[in-house]
C-alpha cells in the first residue's frame, strides 16, 4: 500500500476514526492498534516486511 493509492484512501480514515473514538481514553489499547495498524499497513505493500 502506498500513501497515493486507493487502499490508503480507505484505510487511513477507517485507523483515523478507530483510533481516535474507539479506544478514547485507554492509551494501550491506542497503542497496541497503531502497532496492528502499522502491520497491516506494512505488510499490504509487502508481506515481508510484517
Not at 502491520?39 to 509487502?46: I, L, Q, R
Amino acid at each position: 500500500m502506498l500513501f497515493n493509492s486507493f487502499e490508503f484512501l480507505l484505510f487511513f480514515p477507517v485507523v483515523f476514526l478507530l483510533y481516535w473514538f474507539v479506544f478514547q481514553k485507554n492509551l494501550k489499547a491506542q497503542n497496541a492498534f497503531i502497532l496492528v495498524a502499522s502491520y497491516v499497513f506494512y505488510g499490504w505493500w509487502d508481506w515481508r516486511f510484517s
